[in-house]
């Protein structure tokens, strides 16, 4: 009796077909879960599951994380090419320009803050990139979304959310012509 006791737990590890035969071999590995229980996933399970899934994500992200690192380190480095920007006798001092630089897709503003000074930042707001204005009145940058201002002549924060400076566009005069050359990101 204890022999037919020990015959039925060997065959329960075992795949049975249609013929009641065992389709392969008893060495093979890919057939020796039980069957009742190939399915069930308990919460030790699912938990190694989710952690993997999570080990993975965070590793498939790593090149592009790596990638932006890099392009946003190489900013100072960039090479940008010069563009003209308006005659400096077009613009009365405490006046502004608006103007794109480095592309037609990134708008930015020239301020004229004395005779021979000019400044220009790009004009999007570095809290939530809102369009940033001059006001002539308050001699400050304003981004109207959030109350924030910026220092015209060093492009940082004085008030509201913003955080980080504005981008400054690099100028040169030449023969009474404004030029951008550059662009200066988040320089504190």
């Excluded at 009796?1 to 039925?8: A, I, L, P, Y």
């Excluded at 039980?34 to 590793?59: N, S, W, Y």
């Excluded at 077009?90 to 004395?114: C, M, N, W």
Aim: proline letters at 5%.
């Amino acid at each position: 009796m204890e022999h037919d006791h020990h015959k039925d737990k060997t065959n329960e590890n075992k795949t049975i077909n249609k013929n009641n035969t065992v389709p392969f071999a008893e060495d093979n590995f890919t057939h020796n879960i039980k069957q009742l229980q190939e399915r069930k996933l308990d919460r030790r399970g699912f938990m190694k599951t989710l952690v993997g899934a999570a080990g993975v994500f965070a590793v498939s992200t790593l090149p592009w994380g790596a990638l932006a690192m890099r392009e946003l380190s190489r900013d100072g480095e960039k090479q940008y090419a010069e563009k003209e920007i308006v005659k400096l006798d077009d613009v009365k001092v405490g006046e502004a320009v608006q103007f794109t630089y480095p592309s037609e897709h990134h708008t930015a503003l020239l301020i004229r803050t004395g005779e021979q000074d000019v400044v220009a930042y790009q004009n999007a707001c570095t809290h939530l990139l809102c369009p940033v204005f001059w006001d002539k009145g308050k001699e400050k940058l304003v981004c109207p979304c959030h109350h924030g201002f910026f220092d015209v002549t060093t492009g940082q924060p004085t008030a509201g959310p913003p955080q980080r400076p504005l981008p400054q566009i690099t100028l040169t005069v030449k023969q009474g012509t404004v030029y951008a050359t550059g662009v200066k990101r988040y320089e504190t």
